[in-house]
């Protein structure tokens, strides 16, 4: 389980004209929530905020929250930016609760070369980079190994075909595929720029317009 650690100061002001003056001051209004407490506003210096979502896996990465005296473990659960210069205009963190399970999204981290690259010069496609799971907070993975090194050229992997840590229940779909090896494109319109593939189609084609008339 990856963890990192972050100050915040409670507010009790709250609206678009104290964010603003925040934002001014090199600060990020913020809220933390969870089942068992009311939400309560927050204020974070921008500046370590940014120093630590550069850090971080954000979405599998316990944030341990120096709030009023105490420290409480959270999760990001969602980050707003500015559509433009992209600073942070707000953070929202989720108290976690001993026992109870969070779902998470855990990066995939691809291992080894595939067999399809290393013997036929093929490509491997990565569509997935991380998958949605249910996990206890403390068994939260820093990422998950998809070894591809069987993989031959046409061959791919799917969610069902990972090789998961005990105690994980994945909630992405099963059947979803995380990868692919296929051919260079070199080779696929090489291959379909073959005589006899498509240009004797068009050719029946245009003697069935003629006939027609």
């Known amino acids: 389980m990856a963890s990192a650690n972050l100050?915040?100061?409670?507010?009790t002001e709250s609206g678009k004209g104290v964010a603003r003056k925040l934002r001014a001051a090199g600060r990020v209004p913020g809220v933390i929530y969870g089942h068992a407490r009311e939400p309560q506003s927050l204020s974070l210096v921008?500046?370590?905020?940014?120093?630590?979502?550069?850090q971080i896996?954000?979405?599998?990465?316990?944030?341990?929250?120096?709030?009023?005296?105490?420290?409480?473990?959270?999760?990001?659960?969602?980050i707003q930016r500015h559509p433009f210069k992209k600073n942070v205009l707000h953070v929202d963190f989720q108290e976690m609760v001993a026992g109870?399970?969070?779902?998470?999204?855990?990066?995939?981290v691809f291992?080894?070369?595939?067999?399809?690259?290393?013997?036929?010069?093929?490509l491997l496609e990565q569509i997935l980079h991380s998958i949605e799971v249910l996990v206890d907070p403390?068994?939260?993975p820093n990422h998950i190994d998809v070894d591809v090194t069987h993989l031959a050229m046409g061959h791919s992997l799917h969610v069902r075909d990972l090789v998961l840590?005990?105690?994980i229940e994945v909630l992405s779909d099963e059947d979803a595929t995380i990868c692919a090896v296929i051919a260079p494109r070199a080779v696929v319109e090489a291959a379909a720029a073959e005589p006899g593939?498509?240009?004797?189609?068009?050719?029946?084609?245009?003697?069935?317009d003629e006939d027609a008339k």
Request: aromatic share 0%.
């Open 197 to 208: 593939a498509a240009e004797p189609e068009l050719i029946r084609k245009a003697k069935e």
């Open 111 to 122: 291992v080894g070369v595939p067999e399809g690259v290393r013997l036929s010069g093929a």
């Open 165 to 167: 840590p005990e105690g």
């Open 100 to 108: 109870e399970k969070v779902t998470v999204k855990v990066p995939l």
């Open 7 to 11: 100050s915040a100061e409670t507010r």
């Open 57 to 78: 896996a954000v979405s599998s990465t316990v944030v341990e929250l120096s709030l009023a005296g105490a420290t409480t473990r959270t999760l990001i659960r969602e």
């Open 46 to 54: 921008a500046r370590d905020l940014d120093k630590l979502l550069s």
């Open 138 to 140: 403390a068994n939260i």
